[in-house]
């Protein structure tokens, strides 16, 4: 088996264009794998990113809730049921929705979302929350986020250099704005469904949305008492609170909203569909390659047969080609790669980054990739005749 190694090689490397534009194939196959996945798990990080960064244990929704974007508010009452469970620590009510936020330079409206509660105590995990977030019991008083896109205008740099800034926000159904003043800034980010967000009190919230009923919320926030089991309480509540609402895990949280995104949204089924199909493309373009190199050297082969070489061990020749193929396209496809997920965050705000699953899935799926082309490749190995040859 060692002994084949270096023929593997020297039949790849003879021609070299031919090897460096193989490569080259291979490469490009790696990065358009690596840029599918990395917006796919972008989508499900971004979609996610205020699942992980509330608190508490256990969170209420309405029994039709689709996703964090879509408004399905329930009876504000129906949260304040849990406390009758001794279980329960304490709760808080969460709003969400969009407004429409001015550009306070170019005069332009673009939608925000709005995500309001009761500034008593903090129930986002930042840090610059938990330390600043009573300036929000300062009516008007809003957070914005620096990680929102460009769209909304300079406002983190004008407050971080003090300068003046009115801003004005619109709901959805007013005509008329409604003034506020950034007390403070957070990263969160935007996702394929938000474009900015801002923190704001429960008041400050139905001061913007005058429309809007304060006794209906989106999100219900459970706190458990210290060594309390979730799983525990979820199935005492689940079975004892009415099925207009339903209680959820953090995790079952984030994973309802990534199945949203992937099964009940076009987005998702494309994403899904192109890494196939760039795995697709992988094979054919790598079957080219190794197709054409048998081709070349077939006499070579041949020879090798009618010496009393058998097809195993040509065929160990084959693959062993398409590992040293795959594993070489690899390595600039993921420099590249690399260069790309930031050129994409930063235009984009979306949290496209590198990591080593990323990476094993990519190299696990180019080798598998070239093993499969190598696989079809053989066929006319398999069926060569020395005797035809000479």
């Known amino acids: 088996m060692i002994l084949n190694i270096p023929l593997a090689w020297l039949q790849l490397a003879k021609q070299k264009v031919r090897f460096f534009v193989a490569l080259a194939g291979i490469a ?12 796919q798990d972008a989508l499900y990080a971004s979609a996610t990113q205020v699942h992980k960064n509330l608190k508490g244990e256990l969170f209420l929704i309405s029994a039709q809730y689709k996703s964090l974007t879509s408004n ?3 009876s504000r009452s129906r949260l304040y049921q849990t406390l009758g469970f001794s279980d329960i620590e304490s709760v808080e009510p969460l709003y ?11 005069g ?3 939608p925000i979302y709005v995500l309001g509660f009761d500034p008593v105590k903090p129930i ?3 840090p610059e929350l938990q330390e600043d977030f009573k300036l929000l019991q300062i009516p008007d008083q809003v957070f914005f986020d620096r990680a929102s896109r460009p769209e909304f205008g300079p406002i983190a740099e004008y407050y971080q250099e003090n300068k003046p800034m009115s801003l004005e926000i619109f709901s959805y159904l007013g005509l008329v704005g409604y003034k506020i003043k950034i007390c403070g800034l957070f990263s969160l980010g935007p996702s394929f469904g938000v474009d900015g967000n801002l923190i704001v009190s429960s008041s400050t919230f139905m001061r913007i949305f005058q429309e809007r009923d304060a006794n209906k919320i989106d999100i219900g926030l459970i706190h458990l008492k210290p060594g309390t089991n979730p799983k525990q309480v979820l199935a005492n509540l689940s079975a004892k609170l009415p099925k207009d609402i339903v209680v959820m895990t953090r995790q079952e949280f984030i994973n309802f909203e990534k199945d949203y995104w992937t099964l009940r949204t076009p987005i998702g089924f494309v994403f899904n569909l192109m890494v196939f199909m760039g795995f697709v493309v992988g094979v054919i373009v790598v079957y080219q390659i190794l197709y054409s190199n048998i081709s070349t050297h077939f006499v070579e082969f041949a020879t090798l047969k009618a010496m009393g070489f058998r097809n195993k061990y040509l065929l160990v020749l084959v693959f062993q080609q398409a590992l040293i193929l795959a594993i070489l396209g ?4 993921f420099a590249i790669s690399l260069g790309l997920y930031d050129l994409a ?17 990519v190299l696990t799926s180019a080798i598998l990739m070239c093993l499969t082309s190598g696989f079809f490749s053989t066929n006319k190995l ?9």
């Open 96 to 106: 969400v929705q969009f407004a429409k936020l001015k550009n306070p330079i170019s």
């Open 382 to 390: 398999r069926k060569v005749d020395p005797a035809d040859i000479f």
């Open 345 to 361: 965050k930063s235009a984009t705000k979306l949290p496209i980054t590198m990591d080593i699953e990323k990476a094993l899935i």
């Open 72 to 74: 399905q508010s329930f």
């Open 108 to 110: 332009r409206k673009y």
């Open 28 to 39: 490009f196959v790696a990065v358009l794998m690596f840029m599918q996945i990395g917006f």
């Open 330 to 333: 690899y390595i600039p496809g």
């Open 124 to 126: 986002f995990k930042s």
